[in-house]
């Protein structure tokens, strides 16, 4: 049986030693500022945040607990530089330490101007910060919403501006500018601004103000966080930023319609001057007033050259009028003369021919002379008697000239005879005496009337007014 060395060292458990190691790092240390770069971030359900801290010579364990998250300050992320304030605590399940953090910075102007361009550069190319995008300033709006800290001059300004320009309705929405939840108020204000619905309790803004005085980078930095700036490019009313002084420049600034260098300058953007809008409406009645003026006249001197190229209407119309009748009465005439006058060249023509009568009584007591002599002839001839003979010849020749003769004067007797006027479909019109009745004016209501046609005659009784003669067939 082998006796174990006696030996003076102390003898201590796991747990002994890590409570001591613990005691001591928290005994020691206590609450510490450590900076370094964020990796290794994870985000668990719990709400608890883990990561790690390093530098170019080491790294160190971190933790957010979830009731700290809030009040962080600042949204943690991989890759960035910050301040972290909190208490170093070891955790004896792993033998390992970490630190316990309760707030974070960035670490100098330098790492948040590097955030914010990169923030500015994702951003931007998602379009954000389109000048498509950017909507205009109405012209005179009803009301202006303002989203601004109630403390301070910002709010002042403001209204003092928009009182002396043009007295409009106001809606303030009051904000922390600046803290741990300034952000989220003031993302909360612009949604709620264009939830309002048109017509409601509380008037929903023609135009909307983020404004806010002057500060720090580090104060500034409400209004480059990413919700604001998305919440500035979703709102649907026109909106002005004026955060700062002329120089300083925040993300909200790009995704808005229109950047005001101050609260006053945006409160001018917003409204225009009562008496320079009055003065401008002068200016351009004025010129309304004397542009219609001129068109007015010029219209009115084009009238005057073309009325002076124009031919006198009413004589235009007197002479066509007077044409017109003369006309008429030439063409009432016309067909009344046009008939006279045919019927005179009848007469004349009629005149200028024998009578058909007395050609036909010639040549029949002609024919019965030669007869006549034919029959003395043959009597001779019978009885004995020696006559002189008769050449059959020449009677035959005489007999073909008389009947040649009568032809020619039947054809021209039958040409001008009235007859074949009656067989192209006109009637001779005759009294009750047989008169041929010309002129219808000779014709009274009632007269007896004969209408002769190429196949025959019939009877027919006059009616109608003096001016228009119409007559019925009584058949």
């Known amino acids: 049986m082998t006796e174990t060395a006696a030996s003076n060292m102390p003898e201590y458990t796991v747990s002994e030693i890590s409570g001591a190691v613990k005691r001591t790092l928290e005994t020691e240390f206590g609450r510490v500022r450590v900076r370094g770069e964020i990796t290794e971030l994870k985000r668990y359900p719990s709400g608890h945040i883990y990561f790690a801290l390093k530098d170019e010579g080491g ?30 605590s070891s955790y004896g399940e792993r033998s390992s330490y970490q ?6 910075e960035f670490a100098g102007a330098g790492a948040l101007l590097a955030r914010i361009e990169a923030l500015r550069l994702k951003l931007a190319a998602e379009g954000l910060f389109d000048v498509a995008r950017k909507r205009a300033l109405p012209v005179l709006p009803e009301v202006i919403g303002v989203v601004t800290s109630l403390q301070g001059a910002v709010i002042q300004d403001i209204r003092t501006t928009i009182l002396r320009r043009f007295a409009r309705r106001i809606v303030i929405w009051p904000v922390p500018v600046q803290g741990d939840n300034a952000a989220a108020r003031i993302v909360a204000a612009i949604e709620g601004f264009d939830r309002i619905a048109p017509g409601g309790p509380i008037p929903r803004p023609d135009v909307l103000i983020i404004a806010r005085g002057g500060g720090s980078l580090e104060d500034l930095m409400a209004f480059n966080d990413e919700a604001v700036v998305r919440a500035a490019a979703a709102c649907r009313i026109p909106l002005i930023s004026a955060v700062g002084h002329e120089t300083d420049t925040t993300l909200i600034d790009f995704a808005s319609d229109r950047r005001a260098p101050t609260p006053t300058a945006a409160a001018e953007m917003a409204i225009p001057a009562r008496l320079e809008l009055a003065a401008d409406l002068q200016q351009k009645a004025a010129r309304l007033f004397g542009a219609a003026g001129r068109t007015l006249d010029g219209a009115r001197l084009r009238l005057q050259r073309a009325e002076r190229g124009l031919p006198d209407l009413p004589s235009v119309l007197g002479n066509m009028r007077q044409s017109l009748d003369d006309r008429s009465g030439r063409l009432a005439r016309a067909l009344p003369n046009l008939l006279a006058g045919r019927r005179a060249a009848l007469v004349r023509a009629e005149r200028g021919l024998p009578d058909p009568r007395m050609i036909v009584a010639t040549r029949r007591n002609a024919a019965a002379l030669i007869g006549e002599k034919l029959r003395s002839a043959l009597r001779h001839t019978m009885s004995g008697r020696t006559v002189p003979r008769l050449s ?24 001008v005879s009235y007859m074949k006027v009656l067989e192209r479909g006109f009637a001779l019109v005759t009294d009750g005496r047989g008169a041929a009745l010309a002129n219808a004016a000779a014709i009274k209501p009632g007269a007896s009337l004969r209408l002769r046609f190429a196949d025959g005659e019939v009877r027919a009784t006059a009616q109608g007014k003096s001016e228009v003669r119409q007559a019925s067939l009584l058949l």
């Open 99 to 104: 630190l316990i953090v309760e707030r974070m």
């Open 59 to 88: 790294k160190i364990a971190g933790v957010v607990w979830k009731f700290a998250v809030s009040r962080l300050g600042l949204t943690p992320e991989n890759g960035i530089e910050v301040i972290a304030t909190g208490k170093i």
């Open 392 to 415: 059959p010849a020449p009677l035959q020749g005489k007999l073909r000239e008389a009947q040649t003769r009568l032809d020619g004067l039947a054809a021209r007797l039958e040409s």
